[in-house]
């Protein structure tokens, strides 16, 4: 009954920024880390940013110092605000979390984003 659930993708001009939302619902135990994917056809997909139930954040080195992660464990959300954005960045970003207890990933369908140049 774990549901995850991405909102906020959509078309920008590069330099744009866009924020993305990832909400889990239906969890009866506490979330652990929660990060951001991407992937383009034909690429592997990738980590963006990750970030631990304590706050601790990482990037990939491509988009250190232009996007943020952040959460609202009160909220069972996670963020990712992403400014400077170039069109390498266009791909659909994907949410996942863990669910503490059950040590079990999920995964939501993902929200398209496009930069054009």
């Known amino acids: 009954q774990v549901q995850v659930v991405e909102s906020g993708g959509g078309l920008v001009q590069a330099g744009g920024s866009l924020r993305l939302s990832c909400v889990v619902f239906?969890?009866?135990?506490?979330?652990?880390?929660m990060g951001w994917y991407r992937q383009v056809p034909g690429k592997q997909r990738e980590l963006v940013a990750v970030v631990s139930s304590s706050g601790i954040a990482d990037y990939a080195d491509s988009v250190k110092g232009r996007f943020t992660i952040s959460r609202d464990n009160a909220k069972n959300t996670v963020y990712l605000q992403m400014n400077s954005l170039k069109p390498e960045d266009t791909a659909v970003y994907s949410c996942?979390?863990?669910?503490?207890?059950?040590?079990?990933?999920?995964w939501g369908q993902g929200t398209q984003v496009t930069v054009s140049s």
């Open positions: 239906g969890s009866i135990y506490s979330i652990g880390a």
């Open positions: 996942n979390a863990r669910v503490i207890v059950t040590s079990t990933i999920y």
